[in-house]
């Protein structure tokens, strides 16, 4: 994708990375009473050393926003992990994408899923749910969404749940708007929630969230970059 971030090099703070981990899931199980979450490594704007060290520290999946990030890190990956695309889905990047994707997270259009299910027949995906309003974010509105579900369903993909972003700064809004997504999730039948990013994952865990999405927990602020929630 034209205009992503560049991919810098450097030394993998290994051991730095490997207490970070430890450390995030000490904060999930008190979080969540031992219930397993699964941690999303969001390594945007790194290059493929943090993927290197974070798979070394026991996380095999990892996350991207922009699809020439995911497909340039691909090949110096170590075997096993799974990709997760995290972000906005543009209907003539998804063939590329769809020899790696483990997971799509952000699925809030009709178009968005039909280029999946062209493509990916069966992929898991997780419908992407603007809970809050907020006109700066994705996500389909909440009305629509037992609708977007089923349409998914129909194209043959496996819809293994919600998806959203909580408010930012706001604990207090980001606990009601995970509860509103896990309400949702409920209603519908969908067993897993991917909600929670660096600054909300331990409250997002306490709401019920499945897979928690971390980049600043796991590396520190990206280079180059202001506080990144992811």
């Not at 809004?173 to 929670?196: I, N």
Request: aromatic share 4%; with cysteine.
């Amino acid at each position: 994708m034209s205009g992503s971030p560049p991919l810098p090099s450097c030394d993998p703070p290994t051991e730095a990375v490997a207490e970070s981990v430890a450390s995030v899931r000490e904060r999930i199980a008190r979080a969540g009473g031992g219930r397993p979450v699964e941690i999303v490594a969001v390594t945007k704007g790194f290059g493929v050393e943090m993927v290197l060290a974070v798979a070394g520290a026991g996380i095999l999946d990892v996350g991207e926003n922009y699809a020439q990030e995911m497909l340039a890190k691909v090949p110096g990956a170590p075997g096993g992990v799974r990709w997760h695309f995290l972000g906005p889905i543009q209907t003539n990047k998804v063939s590329r994408l769809s020899r790696v994707v483990h997971r799509w997270h952000g699925v809030d259009r009709p178009v968005a899923g039909d280029a999946i299910a062209r493509h990916q027949p069966g992929a898991g995906v997780f419908v992407e749910v603007n809970v809050t309003g907020d006109p700066s974010k994705h996500g389909c509105r909440p009305p629509v969404t037992a609708a977007l579900v089923d349409l998914l369903r129909e194209r043959g993909l496996d819809v293994r749940g919600l998806m959203t972003i909580g408010p930012q700064g706001d604990r207090r809004a980001s606990r009601a708007a995970f509860r509103r997504l896990a309400t949702m999730a409920d209603d519908l039948g969908l067993p897993e929630l991917s909600m929670g990013m660096s600054e909300d994952f331990e409250t997002a865990v306490e709401e019920g969230a499945t897979t928690v999405r971390l980049g600043r927990a796991l590396f520190g602020p990206r280079p180059g970059a202001g506080p990144a929630r992811r």
